[in-house]
């Protein structure tokens, strides 16, 4: 029996090949994208669940908040995790990891295996207790436990010693400390908020740190910050809480176990705990709502396909009428019929997804290229995506075919013989319903894919108040030494012919990196925290800021206790332009004397407003790590990069010379909405197609039921153009009733999501009638298509069918 149902179902398949072609180009171009996100959701909620004490993880922040602004502190003190612990029987385990350093070190086994490398961190031996990173190779029990020890993972093992066992081996880190191997742990897998490619012991760490404060601050002073709990430190610190405990009971206790030189002061800080499973969303909030709006759209690319398929069938409805009055006539059942259409619907829904697997294939890596994520190989078999993919495809089964099923296995048979079809009437209805939906998601999509690309033009084409163009960044690397020579460096850079000026600073603008300071004034009254960056005298110039209170003739900038701000953080701190060389308290004992006021310039992106910044200007330019090197107009680029070049190269550096255009530096703080923007341009490309495969099969079977009337039109003398117009104008109508619909629809949401950025374009009236005006010519084309292809049929051949 079920064998006869396929037979049928293909044999209706083969003989309306035209229309169940559209209908399964359609399904595959709606699971294509579905696949796709499912891919994406999938991946990103699937971070760090791999870990099984996953759910029991938390990982600890410093929350400070200023007035409208708030500032988050990943990383706590050396003490503060085994305090806590101590303190909190809620707390069975803890483990701290050192971050991501800001500087790369140089990694070396032998003469001939030797790299700068970033992913370099400390770890307790806790560490892999609490998460399920997977040791290959090692003692688990004493791994990270004695000093001057490293664990590798695989693929640094493979990189350092090739295919020999790594373990006993040694490597050197960063030309002075020699570590032994002791264990290799699997590479850490991409879903992993968690990254490094290599995990020292942390008691090597502590050394090193120490002798670092000790030679900027003093031995007693090094001391101090070793031992203390409350203030700021340089690791991540993670609790695996016991089944009752929650985030808030610790969280209460907390601030009782500072001392009173530690305690959190006005309210303003709170230690927050944050579960692991939500710590990647959290952080990367624009992924979260990507997320969100990647799962709607998609399943609203899927639904328009759907309605295709749904659409189609109901639509045949007249020519199968009498095919099912003639089997319920020699007895089918109601069930009979059911399963009938439900197996049509499987066999369409199978043939689309093996399609769209072949079309997945070929798009999964210029998708995840586009949005930046690497995925491993082996997450396509995970249930995280086979189990939604295979929800997804038996609801599309059932989504698709319900409604034909009920509705043409509900036909009575007397009435399918006579040709009288009391649901033909309310078909029709819901095809149109359809149709209009169809076009009012596309309509709307559109609208917001304009929107989307002016507002990332507004980000990259406004004016920021400082010159990022013809300015090539080169990162004079400490570990590298060259920070000691950056004063000659620059002093030879600037000789070169092609370049105008040449700037210092200790932090790339744009950059990954920034710092920050809490500036008072002296009396105690205002205070504000402020994004800085220790520059030159030359800075200001080569970066063409403007003054807004310009300092005073012949200042010396030689000296080390002057600062410049920025007029948001001058009119906060209340400095005033007609005295402003005044002193500001910096804290650890540290004042600097205000000598000047820059105009705001935006230092961040522009998808929020310019904070308080200031500063530290000097004339040393040892120690600032960038050089900033403006390009004369007209000079040859790859003529001075090579000059340049060939200056850094006479340093002997190990590390090869790189640089970056600023402006390329900028464009990659919108990486995420510039690849959003892209992807939202497909997926509104797949909608309107989608809808035109649904609109070309309507006109098509429309064309076909009406060829008589067309042919006896002609014959009394009706034009091609008359014929067009009267198998067009219907569809039409749908098309500017969708664009009512989307207009105020897409207005809405696109004014909301415009609400989170500082600087935003206006939803002028052209963005809406241009959607409008794409979507009824894409219309027109589709419908026209078929509408001149029937009017050009011979009358005497379509009147000889009839």
């Known amino acids: ?194 990254q490094f490619d290599f995990l020292g012991d942390m008691t090597t760490h502590r050394a090193i740190e120490r002798n670092w404060h000790a030679g900027f601050l003093g031995e007693k002073k090094a001391d101090e910050i070793q031992e203390s709990v409350g203030t700021g430190g340089s690791y991540e610190t993670y609790f695996l809480l016991s089944a009752r405990t929650t985030t808030h009971d610790i969280e209460q206790k907390i601030p009782s176990l500072l001392s ?64 099912i009055g003639i089997r319920k006539v020699v007895g089918a059942a109601r069930k009979a019929l059911v399963v009938q259409f439900y197996l049509e619907s499987a066999l369409y829904v199978t043939l689309a997804f093996c399609l769209a697997m072949l079309i997945f294939t070929v798009l999964q890596p210029v998708f995840c290229n586009t949005l930046q994520i690497t995925i491993d190989p082996n997450f396509l078999t995970s249930p995280f995506f086979l189990i939604p993919t295979a929800g997804f495809f038996i609801l599309s089964i059932l989504l698709s075919g319900s409604y034909p099923a009920l509705l043409l296995s509900g036909f009575s048979p007397i009435q399918s013989l006579k040709g009288k079809f009391s649901a033909a009437g309310s078909a029709l209805r819901i095809r149109k319903g359809l149709t209009v939906f169809q076009f009012t998601v596309s309509i709307a999509l559109m609208i917001g894919s304009i929107l989307i690309k002016n507002q990332l033009d507004l980000f990259l084409q406004k004016d920021l108040g400082i010159d990022r163009e013809r300015v090539v960044t080169v990162h004079l690397d400490p570990e590298d030494g060259l920070d000691k020579y950056s004063k000659a460096i620059r002093a030879e850079i600037n000789q070169l012919k092609g370049v105008e000026s040449v700037a210092a600073s200790t932090l790339l603008m744009y950059g990954p990196f920034s710092s920050s300071w809490q500036l008072k004034r002296m009396d105690g009254k205002k205070e504000v925290i402020a994004t800085t960056y220790t520059v030159d005298a030359e800075f200001i110039e080569t970066m063409n800021i403007k003054w807004a209170i310009a300092p005073r003739k012949g200042l010396d900038w030689a000296t080390t206790n002057q600062i410049v701000l920025n007029e948001s953080a001058a009119k906060q701190l209340g400095v005033d332009p007609k005295n402003y060389e005044q002193s500001l308290d910096l804290g650890r004992g540290m004042t600097k004397t205000v000598v000047g006021v820059v105009k705001d310039f935006n230092f961040m992106t522009m998808a929020y407003g310019i904070a308080p910044m200031a500063l530290f200007v000097g004339s040393d330019t040892t120690f600032r790590d960038y050089l900033y090197i403006k390009l004369a107009k007209g000079a040859p680029t790859s003529e001075t990069l090579a000059s340049i070049q060939q200056v850094y190269d006479r340093y002997k550096t190990a590390k090869p010379f790189s640089y970056a255009f600023l402006d390329q530096t900028y464009r990659q703080l919108y990486v995420n909405e510039l690849s959003m923007g892209k992807i939202i341009l497909a997926l509104t490309g797949f909608a309107i197609l989608i809808a035109c495969l649904g609109l070309f099969g309507l006109a098509a079977f429309t064309a076909e039921q009406r060829t008589k009337e067309i042919g006896v039109r002609k014959v009394l003398g009706a034009s091609v153009t008359n014929i067009v117009r009267l198998l067009s104008v219907d569809f039409l109508k749908l098309v500017l009733i969708s664009i009512g619909i989307a207009t105020p629809i897409a207005g809405y949401v696109m004014k909301n999501w415009l609400q989170d950025f500082a600087y935003k374009v206006e939803l002028s009236w052209w963005v809406f009638a241009l959607a409008g005006s794409l979507a009824v010519f894409i219309a027109f084309l589709t419908v026209s298509f078929q509408s001149v292809k029937a009017a050009l049929m011979n009358p005497v051949t379509s009147l000889r069918s009839e």
């Not at 309306?16 to 891919?39: C, D, F, K, P, Y």
């Not at 086994?109 to 806790?126: I, N, Q, T, W, Y």
């Not at 400390?177 to 002791?182: D, G, S």
């Not at 959190?264 to 952080?283: E, M, N, S």
């Open 1 to 194: 029996m079920i064998w006869n149902y396929f037979k049928i179902a293909w044999r209706t398949f083969w003989k309306n090949r035209t229309i169940s072609l559209v209908n399964v180009l359609g399904l595959a171009i709606g699971l294509v994208v579905t696949l796709l996100i499912v891919l994406y959701v999938a991946h990103e909620y699937s971070y760090d669940r791999f870990h099984a004490n996953g759910r029991r993880i938390v990982k600890v922040e410093l929350r400070h908040e200023e007035g409208e602004r708030s500032f988050s502190a990943p990383t706590m003190s050396y003490r503060f995790g085994e305090k806590v612990k101590a303190a909190c029987p809620g707390v069975d385990d803890f483990a701290r990891l050192t971050e991501k350093g800001f500087n790369s070190k140089l990694i070396q086994s032998d003469a001939d295996h030797k790299a700068f490398e970033s992913d370099f961190r400390f770890a307790d031996p806790g560490f892999l207790r609490l998460f399920s990173f997977q040791l290959l190779k090692g003692d688990p029990k004493t791994v990270l436990t004695r000093p001057a020890t490293v664990v590798l993972t695989e693929r640094m093992a493979r990189k350092y010693f090739g295919d020999a066992d790594p373990l006993g081996k040694t490597i050197l880190y960063d030309k002075a400390h020699r570590l032994q191997v002791v264990g290799v742990v699997k590479n850490p897998p991409f879903n992993s908020s968690i």
């Open 260 to 323: 009173k030189e530690e305690m959190i002061k006005d309210g303003r800080d709170r230690y927050r705990l944050y579960p692991l499973f939500d710590y990647h969303f959290r952080v990367q909030n624009l992924t979260y709502k990507r997320v969100g709006i990647f799962s709607v759209v998609g399943g609203l690319i899927l639904l328009l396909a759907l309605i295709n398929y749904v659409s189609l069938t109901t639509a045949r409805s007249i020519i199968r009428a009498k095919e």
